[in-house]
């Protein structure tokens, strides 16, 4: 079992950053990938990023490359969502999700994840 905890989300104009973390509960984060997924009023559920297990490899959507950076601390049991130059288009609920056995190919889709947090909001004024 794995509990999920979000922060760090707020208000902030474009072109600004926020720092978003996930803490999880249980001895066993070291075995979850992890992601963040966001969701717009009226949108789905939509991938932003994610990273395996060991840290070693990251994902990305399309429209957050080069502006969001996702990073782990397994000896914290903490996942962080570094967003840089933030638009309007990036306001949405962000979710911290944990994947046991996520696979490449399945990792950017939210059935992949075995567990959500409550997530938080993020708003970005123009």
């Known amino acids: 079992q794995v509990q999920l905890v979000e922060s760090g989300g707020g208000l902030v104009q474009a072109g600004g950053s926020l720092r978003l973390s996930c803490a999880a509960s249980?001895?066993?984060?070291?075995?979850?990938?992890m992601g963040w997924f966001r969701q717009a009023p009226g949108k789905e559920r939509q991938f932003v990023a994610a990273?395996?297990?060991?840290?070693?490899?990251?994902y990305y959507a399309d429209s957050v490359k080069g502006r969001f950076t996702i990073s782990r601390d397994n000896a914290k049991n903490t996942v962080n969502l570094q967003m840089n130059s933030l638009k309007p288009e990036d306001t949405a609920v962000y979710y911290c999700?944990?994947?046991?056995?996520?696979?490449?190919?399945?990792?950017?889709?939210?059935?992949?994840?075995?567990?959500w947090g409550q997530g938080t909001q993020v708003t970005v004024s123009s």
């Open positions: 249980g001895r066993t984060f070291s075995s979850y990938a």
């Open positions: 999700a944990a994947a046991r056995f996520a696979t490449r190919v399945g990792i950017s889709r939210d059935k992949e994840y075995d567990y």
């Open positions: 990273i395996s297990s060991s840290g070693g490899t990251t």
